[in-house]
C-alpha cells in the first residue's frame, strides 16, 4: 500500500511540475509575442523621428554629396568627415538599436517556447 501511495504522489508532483513548466512557457511566449508587436509598433515612429532628426540636420545631403562628387569629399576629407560626424542623427540612431534589441529579446523568446507552448495549447483544445 505504501509503495502504490508513494509512486501516486510521485506521479501527482510530476504532473505538477509539467503544468508548471508548461504555464512559465506560455508566460514567455506571450511576453515574446508582445514585445514582439510593440517593437514593431514603435519601430515606425522611431523610424520616422530617426529620418526627420537626419534631414534636418544635414547628414542626408552631406552622405548625398560624398556619393555625388567623390573628388571633392576626398579633397575635403577632413572638414567633410567632421561635417558628417557633427550632423550624424545619434539620438535616432540609438532608439532605432533600442527597437531593435527589443525585437530580438521577443524573438529570442518566442523561439525557445513556441513548440512548448503550441503543444500544450492543442493538447488543451483535444481535451
Not at 500500500?1 to 511566449?29: G, P
Not at 537626419?54 to 571633392?72: C, N, R, V
Not at 561635417?83 to 530580438?104: K, R
Request: glycine share 4%; hydrophobic share 55%.
Amino acid at each position: 500500500v505504501l509503495t502504490h501511495n508513494a509512486s501516486h504522489i510521485f506521479k501527482k508532483i510530476m504532473e505538477r511540475v509539467d503544468e508548471y513548466e508548461i504555464s512559465c512557457a506560455r508566460r514567455r511566449f506571450l511576453c515574446g509575442a508582445l514585445l514582439m508587436i510593440f517593437s514593431i509598433i514603435g519601430a515606425v515612429p522611431v523610424i520616422s523621428f530617426a529620418y526627420n532628426q537626419g534631414s534636418k540636420s544635414g547628414f542626408f545631403d552631406f552622405i548625398s554629396l560624398a556619393f555625388a562628387d567623390i573628388h571633392t569629399a576626398i579633397d575635403n576629407w577632413q572638414s567633410f568627415s567632421f561635417a558628417i560626424m557633427e550632423s550624424f542623427p545619434a539620438l535616432g540612431l540609438i532608439l532605432i538599436l533600442s527597437i531593435l534589441l527589443v525585437a530580438i529579446v521577443g524573438m529570442n523568446l518566442l523561439s525557445k517556447d513556441t513548440s512548448i507552448a503550441i503543444s500544450s495549447f492543442h493538447l488543451h483544445l483535444k481535451i
